[in-house]
């Protein structure tokens, strides 16, 4: 028995001086180029809870019980999901990855776990639909993440006696987190495993555990050992990056920072104290409506211009922007959002190049706009025209410029440059309807 202890202690020992020492393989370097690259993503939450129509937080919002909201496995039957129809939408819209929720807070697995009888395949569906999308995405050359939920309002493993929500879920059996995460490291070996090359794993749930966002103390009241699960997701995929929307600074074995309905350096959501990583790559996430998962009663729609100025905005941030769609219970995604992905990818047509494959913070942002680079390329972005006037000034651009340019048509524009920064002159630009875009050659 002591010598199991023995090895069982250094075991744990090793994984924490591991994630504690954590040096990013070759692999997973280039992976973190690569996502910077790609820039634009599509979310998409969904599950069994999309059947009652009122988001994926329905479990918790209503204090459903366990044993009432597990009546829904003999209703959720998604028999026009088409995970062709899913990837499609998103290579149109321009995308270039996507983030798929492998299992929310109420637990429900939407794919042929072996650890848990709470899944998709024992609906009367019965398909395995997370197989389905990663044979689709590797077909249509999309990259493919997987949100994970840390959290679980179903278990009662899970240390729910002191989480902050799922307080109506009736459980009353003592919580055992060796077995949670035990739970946790089969399911992740899983999704690891059995579904091709996986992009990213994206942890969710840890603020369950904390004290509300901006706290003065946010430490946690479980000790997640985190070290031992992201030491074993990039044992079995190492290029896999980890990122957990824990609302906190970046921790050790973690390869990208998210922030949750925010731009870096914002906190509108009241979520996002955490500081921007100057070594990561940033992503953040947004609702076309007000809801993640489908909600039958959110019309409350934010415009294309909207959310492209969103994805321009993040861009030159240096951010990836990971748009969410919550389809219907039947696994259709609903026209309105279809239509907006539409009108997404016919800008993102034109203009993608000064998106995709560049990098932000050129500048801090303007009045008026953006900046994105690609090597010897900058690529204004006015998304304001009332905030300049007949020109606009770019400060710090040191490099010469050879050539100023209207995108949209190649009409040449003047410019001045001097030691405080450079000019360009607007004379006659009329404002396009969602982004004037300056194409500048630096020599």
């Known amino acids: 028995m002591k010598k199991i202890l023995l090895v069982s202690l250094l075991f744990v020992l090793s994984a924490a001086l591991q994630a504690q020492t954590y040096h990013p393989t070759a692999e997973n370097l280039a992976a973190r180029k690569a996502f910077q690259d790609r820039k634009f993503g599509l979310f998409i939450h969904w599950g069994l809870s999309s059947v009652l129509g009122a988001g994926e937080w329905v479990m918790n919002n209503r204090s459903i019980q366990v044993k009432d909201y597990k009546r829904l496995l003999n209703v959720f039957n998604p028999q ?44 009367a569906y019965g398909k395995d639909v997370l197989k389905a999308l990663a044979e689709e995405c590797k077909k249509q050359d999309i990259k493919l993440g997987l949100y994970y939920s ?84 990039h044992r079995l995929q190492p290029q896999c990056m980890i990122g957990n929307n824990h609302h906190l600074d970046p921790m050790p074995g973690e390869d990208f920072q998210m922030f949750e309905k925010d731009l870096p350096g ?38 294309v211009k909207s959310l492209i100025h969103y994805l321009v905005n993040a861009a030159g941030l240096n951010t990836n922007f990971l748009l969410n769609v919550g389809p219907m ?69 040191k490099d010469k410029i050879s050539e100023a340019a209207l995108f949209r048509n190649g009409l040449k524009l003047k410019f001045k440059q001097q030691e405080e920064g450079t000019f360009i002159y607007l004379d006659g630009i009329v404002q396009e309807d969602i982004d004037t875009v300056i194409r500048v050659h630096l020599k």
């Open 80 to 123: 026009q999901f088409n995970a062709a129809e899913w990837v499609t939408a998103a290579k149109y819209a321009g995308m270039k990855y996507i983030v798929f929720i492998t299992r929310h807070h109420d637990g429900f697995s939407n794919w042929d776990t072996k650890y848990s009888d709470w899944k998709i395949t024992n609906t």
């Open 150 to 233: 840390t959290l679980d309002w179903y278990r009662s493993d899970y240390p729910y006696e002191t989480g902050r929500t799922g307080k109506g879920s009736g459980r009353t059996e003592k919580s055992n987190y060796d077995s949670y995460l035990l739970f946790m490291k089969n399911q992740l070996s899983e999704l690891l495993s059995n579904y091709g090359e996986i992009m990213s794993i994206w942890l969710d749930g840890h603020w369950d555990q904390t004290n509300p966002e901006g706290s003065a103390d946010m430490s946690s009241r479980v000790n997640w050992q985190y070290e031992e699960l992201y030491t074993l997701i």
């Open 266 to 303: 914002q906190n509108k959501s009241g979520l996002s104290y955490q500081a921007a990583s100057e070594e990561l790559p940033l992503e953040t996430c947004e609702t076309m409506n007000n809801s993640w998962g489908y909600n039958i009663t959110d019309n409350n729609y934010k415009s």
């Open 329 to 397: 219970a039947n696994g259709k995604i609903q026209p309105e959002f279809l239509d907006t992905l539409k009108a997404a990818g016919e800008w993102m047509k034109q203009y993608g190049e000064s998106i995709y494959g560049t990098r932000g913070n050129i500048i801090p942002a303007q009045e008026w706009g953006v900046i994105t680079q690609k090597n010897k390329t900058l690529y204004i972005h006015i998304l304001k025209m009332s905030a300049v006037k007949n020109y606009i000034f770019i400060p710090g651009v």
